[in-house]
T-cell receptor, first 113, second 112 residues
Framework: KQEVTQIPAALSVPEGENLVLNCSFTDSAIYNLQWFRQDPGKGLTSLLLIQSSQREQTSGRLNASLDKSSGRSTLYIAASQPGDSATYLCAVRGGGATNKLIFGTGTLLAVQP | GAGVSQSPSNKVTEKGKDVELRCDPISGHTALYWYRQSLGQGLEFLIYFQGNSAPDKSGLPSDRFSAERTGGSVSTLTIQRTQQEDSAVYLC??????????FGPGTRLLVL
């Protein structure tokens, strides 16, 4: 059974700092991995999607990497801003016919001005 | 350019009542998913539709939960005889198979 874990559970950093969020999964047979952010009381916003054949994806100040064989992904946020404060979730889509996402436990990020 | 919409945004009900939650996916998205987010369990998959068929219902927690999709578009999640442990945020997502899933704002259900 696929299990997805995120470390740390919570993180507080001063504005401007670069930071890394970690995601690990137990079954390397994934189709893709997706990073989301969730603001309080809101739905999920997709940030980046990495296919299993890819090693990284970049969007603006965000860079996500994937090491499928070791079951790890990282989300790198450069020059953090208070507006980056949110919960960040990673989710893996398994191989085969199922399209469901298995979500991690989330990292609550607070960027202090 | 509308995204995924869900209604109602909030629902308070009494234990034992039935509730219906609605999801309008992004136009043209053939895949639709229901997830549940609760304090104790995190975010968990409930059911997946491809068109009007549900090839994966493995996440439905009990036979009190059911869902349907009509016309390859709107979906309704029904919870019968609600229990307090059903209190959660119910999220719907859609995708242009099989890529990025786009999520709605969710329905916050509170069972008293």
């Amino acid at each position: 059974k696929q299990e997805v874990t995120q470390i740390p559970a919570a993180l507080s950093v001063p504005e401007g700092e670069n930071l890394v969020l970690n995601c690990s999964f137990t079954d390397s047979a994934i189709y893709n991995l997706q990073w989301f952010r969730q603001d309080p009381g809101k739905g999920l916003t997709s940030l980046l999607l990495i296919q299993s054949s890819q090693r990284e994806q970049t969007s603006g100040r965000l860079n996500a990497s994937l090491d499928k064989s070791s079951g790890r992904s990282t989300l790198y946020i450069a020059a953090s801003q208070p507006g980056d404060s949110a919960t960040y979730l990673c989710a893996v889509r398994g191989g085969g016919a199922t399209n469901k996402l298995i979500f991690g436990t989330g990292t609550l990020l607070a960027v202090q001005p | 350019g509308a995204g995924v919409s869900q209604s109602p945004s909030n629902k308070v009900t009494e234990k034992g009542k039935d509730v219906e939650l609605r999801c309008d996916p992004i136009s043209g998205h053939t895949a639709l998913y229901w997830y549940r987010q609760s304090l104790g369990q995190g975010l968990e998959f409930l059911i997946y539709f491809q068109g009007n068929s549900a090839p994966d219902k493995s996440g439905l927690p009990s036979d009190r939960f059911s869902a349907e999709r009509t016309g390859g578009s709107v979906s309704t999640l029904t919870i019968q005889r609600t229990q307090q442990e059903d209190s959660a945020v119910y999220l719907c997502a859609s995708s242009a198979q099989p890529e990025t899933q786009y999520f709605g704002p969710g329905t916050r259900l509170l069972v008293l």
